[in-house]
């Protein structure tokens, strides 16, 4: 399942509920504020990077929000076209908002 999550943590509880109901094989995008998890020097990137799947970041929302060169390597970045792809695999799509 891909689960895509676009609210900040520190403004929201969906990445905190996502985290909940993560499995095996799933994968996490992180859209719009959601981004801001990959800075390392946060106490969401620690308990997101220790959940043991692949976790995208969307590239359009990294630049908006003026992180580029910011972001922690352990995050994947793709473009609009990575972000179908991903949905492309997964037959299931759950966002969390």
């Known amino acids: 399942m891909l689960h895509s999550v676009t609210r900040s943590p520190f403004q929201s509880q969906s990445l905190a509920q ?4 993560i499995c095996p094989g799933d994968e996490i995008l992180l859209l719009e504020d959601a981004v ?42 793709v473009d609009y076209k990575g972000f179908v792809l991903l949905t492309e695999q997964h037959a299931q799509h759950m966002k969390w908002a």
């Open 18 to 21: 996502c985290l909940q109901f």
């Open 36 to 77: 801001i998890v990959a800075l390392s020097e946060n106490i969401y990137f620690d308990l997101i990077k220790n959940i043991g799947v692949k976790i995208y970041l969307l590239e359009a929302d990294i630049i908006a929000r003026g992180l580029q060169g910011k972001c922690n390597k352990y995050f994947h970045v």
